[in-house]
């Protein structure tokens, strides 16, 4: 008679039976992951979380902020920021530059026990630093930054100085091109007022001949010198007639003058608007960032989070048992079956 061999059957009655056969094996096993789990979760070193949270400005212009009149073109200087304001700052916290700033102040090759003149050390302290620093926007577009570390007050310090360089870095960039900007307005002022002095001093020259007005001027000078011609006052008529050819050689020269300076002085007035407003670009500084939280030095450890290891650890274990446990047997009943298969065809 052919004896048929089935192995493990995955229905609730055959785990039950399966695990009711076995329970002390697995019951040891599963006890001793829990044990190893909690051994192994006290080898992990505590770290500690430090967060910031803040808003970024939507001010990047401080003249347009403050001293723009122009209706519709003055921003709102005490407005947070929104999705576009909060990517871009997440961009400068993940920069090289700070990166690089604070693995520097902080000793964190040191701190870390990272050998700076091995092969990958740039690396492992990227991949430390990255593991324990991370920056996110939250769902009220605000951006936090979170650190752990092992000693709660470097996680706390490391947070604050990473939000404040973020500030200075932004702060950098925009005076960079700010200054960049002062630098071509000025340059055009300073032609406007050149252009204006010299305009200024041939007036000057002109004004010491005895010439102020061309128009009312050469109407005064005709008329007299029609009344001394009419009278017969030949030298009064010479007298004024030597006054008419100054005024005619450097009358037309004095009105191009004056309409040039009067062009002039109303571009001067325009560029010296853009000319403030660039050099308080320039030169002010104004925090870019509004703090909603500072970080703290914290007093409770963030993880290790040691019952979940112990727990998940004891699980794994748990899993693993059972699984190894339903192999080796359905392996001893194949080679139970290829044996009794043999003695059958040698019988035979």
């Known amino acids: 008679m052919e004896q048929k061999n089935q192995g493990f059957q995955f229905s609730s009655e055959g785990m039950i039976a399966f695990i009711l056969k076995w329970w002390l094996h697995i019951l040891i096993v599963s006890f001793l992951g829990l044990v190893s789990s909690l051994l192994i979760s006290f080898t992990i070193k505590n770290k500690y979380k430090s967060t910031v949270i803040f808003y970024p400005t939507t001010t990047n212009s401080i003249s347009k902020a403050?001293?723009?009149?122009?209706?519709?073109?003055?921003?709102?200087?005490?407005?947070?920021?929104e999705e576009e304001q909060a990517e871009q700052s997440l961009q400068i916290l993940q920069s090289d530059e700070i990166r690089n700033w604070v693995i520097i102040n902080y000793d964190l090759y040191k701190h870390y026990k990272i050998n700076p003149k091995s092969r990958d050390a740039k690396t492992k302290i990227y991949k430390e630093y990255n593991g324990n620093v991370n920056f996110r926007r939250n769902e009220f577009n605000a951006v936090e930054i979170t650190v752990l570390d092992t000693d709660p007050a470097i996680a706390a310090g490391m947070a604050?100085?990473?939000?404040?360089?973020?500030?200075?870095?932004?702060?950098?960039?925009?005076?960079?091109?700010?200054?960049?900007?002062?630098?071509?307005?000025?340059?055009?002022?300073?032609?406007?007022?050149?252009?204006?002095?010299?305009?200024?001093?041939?007036?000057?020259?002109?004004?010491?001949?005895?010439?102020?007005?061309?128009?009312?001027?050469?109407?005064?000078?005709n008329r007299a010198y029609a009344e001394a011609l009419s009278k017969g006052n030949q030298s009064g008529a010479n007298a004024v007639k030597a006054e008419i050819d100054i005024l005619s050689k450097y009358g037309g020269i004095y009105m191009e003058l004056s309409e040039n300076l009067e062009l002039f002085l109303k571009q001067r007035a325009e560029v010296k608007v853009k000319y403030d407003q660039a050099k308080v670009d320039a030169e002010a500084n104004i925090p870019h960032m509004m703090v909603v939280n500072y970080a703290y030095t914290a007093d409770k450890k963030t993880y290790p989070k040691r019952l979940y290891i112990t727990l998940g650890g004891g699980f794994a274990t748990f899993c693993m048992s059972i699984f190894f446990i339903i192999g080796l047997e359905n392996?001893?009943?194949?080679?139970?079956s290829v044996k009794l298969k043999n003695s059958n065809t040698t019988a035979a």
Do not use: C
């Open 160 to 221: 604050n100085d990473i939000a404040h360089r973020h500030d200075t870095i932004k702060n950098k960039i925009q005076k960079q091109r700010a200054l960049e900007g002062f630098k071509i307005v000025e340059t055009e002022y300073n032609r406007l007022n050149a252009e204006i002095r010299i305009m200024t001093d041939s007036l000057d020259k002109i004004r010491a001949l005895g010439i102020n007005d061309y128009v009312s001027m050469a109407e005064v000078l």
């Open 331 to 336: 392996w001893r009943r194949y080679k139970a």
């Open 66 to 81: 403050l001293l723009e009149t122009a209706p519709g073109g003055k921003e709102d200087f005490l407005a947070f920021g």
